[in-house]
């Protein structure tokens, strides 16, 4: 730009030709990108049977609330699903963001005598894993298998997110918490009334961060505690839907009639899943504004220095 | 000597209990990841013990090797880490080039609301789950109504649709593209915030001297961004026994086991389903020892790349 007040840049073909291709991918990348969200939005919001005859794109044919309303209003497992999928986003992080606070001030002390000790045994965490079966075992043996609590303590302390946090806490002036602590102040006082106001952007992006994490996972959930369906999320009810509609029609419809919808009103396994995507990605959707303002951050500050 | 060094030692607990405020802090939640991260370490045992749950952990039988003897002889094993390799290899390739390129693409737009825009809507994938994405992946794939066979009929490319998610033959593609899809956006932002380190004047001094578009691309941009193109290089490579199980897990099915059966669906199969825990565990020790080194084996090389040691 600064080119053009210099009069050097003129505008040739060749400039034309690429910036007209360039343009035509970037809008390609979008519109692959969004088409999928709003193809299912058209279909939640379709009359479930008018759907069934395909041919919808961008907008619903024959509009209906029904498909939500099924979901959200009648008193299925569903809606049971999405309580327990807030439940754990919420508590998780709210829990996660505590813990990675205390654990990274005083990693942030430079004089913390099990300072350097305690990053390596948290950053080794990020290269190895026990494996799915001694990880399995470990939650039955402590008694996490079929209980709210597998979901919030395993993943509590996130080493990568302990040191995004300490490597925040580290550019805070010194002088701050030597002030402080001339005036007598605890390492608890210190940590509550001056880093964690001045922590505030990290806070709300880790915040962010493990609640779309705890509101996208399944996976725990189809592991341990898939037995007992009053702790079933949302993730896991749509992946359950998925699995068996792409293997056969009838068994999907068993599905769907399994969590008591289909002999309640006129819904197909197809709308459902339709719904069920929409309602998972909403959440996101609205944490977005504030997800992309600090995640570029979150990337950049990665800081995970031994 | 002795004297300095047990001095050193007191010195060492005094501080400690003066530091008793930061264990309050710290400790628990080094409890907690010791329990959750190394403990199951401890259950490696079960690899070389034929488990039994009726007698439980301790009381299962010691079997020696006889586990991985069986691993390696198992047909089934090697499939799966071919295809965890293969997987992980197209999404390398894929992942990697997609994301160069789209910074690259995005870079050069002089207009900044369609490049917020153009950002913005490309990162959206990457925040949802892999199952909402798979679900995506298949409404969009489907050869009744999805869009890609609508519109690959309608361009005439294919005759009639086809069945993509059942067919063995494109499930490496499948699992490839659609993982583009889902990380393109988020993978580009770290070579675009190289690329902001790119002093303007050098793109100055290449116009004055006539150069081209894709000249500038080729000489100054890619050159730029090179030690960071060889650094999440390596860094990636070091992840290569990692095929994503999620994805892969959600995309396969019945149709197309063959292929999409990696080490982790393998072990996850063996296991959960069969209840073979020791055999599940000797196979889940192969793949974390291999990972281990060969990430670790990255980091290094990386850190000499790099000089300091990347992110």
Not at chain 2, 5 to 10: E, G, L, V
């Amino acid at each position: 730009m600064r080119v053009k007040t210099k009069g050097l840049s003129r505008i040739t073909a060749e400039d034309v030709i690429f910036d007209t291709v360039n343009y035509i991918i970037l809008i390609f990348l979008c519109v692959a990108t969004l088409y999928p969200f709003l193809n299912t939005l058209a279909i939640s919001l379709n009359d479930a049977t008018d759907a069934i005859r395909g041919n919808i794109y961008l907008w619903p044919r024959e509009f209906s609330w029904r498909n939500y309303e099924m979901i959200l209003t009648e008193n299925t497992n569903i809606g049971n699903a999405l309580f327990i999928s807030a439940a754990r986003a919420v508590a998780g992080a709210g829990t996660s963001v505590l813990a990675c606070l205390m654990i990274a001030y005083t990693l942030s002390r430079k004089n913390f005598v099990l300072r350097k000790f305690f990053i390596k045994f948290l950053v080794l965490t990020m290269y190895f894993s026990g494996g799915m079966i001694p990880v399995y075992l470990l939650m039955r043996s402590l008694g996490l298998i079929n209980n709210f609590l597998v979901y919030i303590l395993p993943g509590m302390v996130g080493a990568y997110n302990v040191m995004i946090m300490r490597s925040y806490i580290e550019g805070i002036p010194e002088s701050l918490v030597e002030a402080a602590k001339i005036d007598g102040a605890s390492e608890y006082r210190i940590l509550f009334t001056i880093i964690m106001p001045i922590s505030m952007p990290v806070i709300a992006t880790i915040i962010l961060f493990v609640a779309v994490g705890q509101w996208n996972s399944w996976f725990d959930t189809m592991l341990y505690t898939s037995s007992r369906q009053e702790l079933s999320t949302l993730q896991f009810e749509l992946q359950k839907l998925l699995s068996s509609t792409q293997t056969m029609t009838s068994s999907s419809a068993d599905a769907a009639d399994a969590m008591g919808l289909l002999d309640k009103g006129i819904v197909t396994p197809n709308s459902l899943r339709a719904a069920m995507t929409i309602i998972a990605t909403v959440p996101i959707l609205f944490s977005y504004p504030f997800l992309q303002k600090y995640f570029v951050q979150g990337l950049t500050l990665g800081g995970v220095k031994g | 000597m002795n004297r300095v060094a047990r001095s050193k030692k007191s010195r060492f607990w005094e501080q400690l209990v003066q530091q008793r405020q930061l264990l309050v802090l710290s400790v628990p939640f080094i409890i907690l990841v010791f329990i959750f991260n190394y403990v199951p370490i401890w259950g490696w045992i079960l690899a070389f013990k034929n488990y039994n749950p009726g007698l439980g952990f301790f009381k299962s039988p010691w079997v020696g090797l006889d586990n991985f003897k069986e691993v390696f002889t198992d047909s089934n094993f090697y499939r799966a880490l071919k295809n965890t390799l293969a997987i992980s290899s197209i999404k390398l390739v894929f992942n990697f080039t997609s994301a160069i390129v789209l910074a690259v693409l995005l870079n050069e737009v002089k207009n900044i609301i369609f490049k917020r825009t153009v950002q913005t809507i490309s990162y959206l994938p990457y925040f949802v789950s892999w199952v909402v994405a798979a679900n995506i992946v298949f409404m969009s794939l489907s050869p009744e109504d999805g869009i890609v066979n609508h519109l690959l009929v309608f361009l005439g490319i294919l005759k009639e649709p086809i069945p993509f998610m059942g067919m063995k033959e494109y499930f490496y593609w499948v699992v490839a593209l659609s993982s583009v899809w889902k990380t393109v956006g988020y993978s580009a932002i770290i070579y675009l915030a190289a690329m902001t380190g790119i002093d303007p004047e050098i793109y100055e001094s290449a116009d004055i001297d006539g150069a081209g578009r894709l000249r500038k691309i080729f000489a100054i941009t890619i050159p730029s961004i090179m030690p960071t193109i060889k650094i999440l290089l390596v860094l990636n490579i070091g992840w290569i026994m990692n095929a994503g199980f999620e994805q892969v897990y959600l995309l396969g099915n019945a149709s197309v086991q063959e292929v999409s059966n990696t080490l982790e669906v393998y072990v996850y199969n063996y296991a959960l389903k069969y209840f073979r825990y020791s055999f599940g565990t000797a196979i889940g020790i192969f793949n974390s020892i291999v990972a281990f080194v060969l990430i670790t084996v990255s980091n290094f090389v990386s850190k000499k790349v790099d000089g300091e040691g990347v992110l």
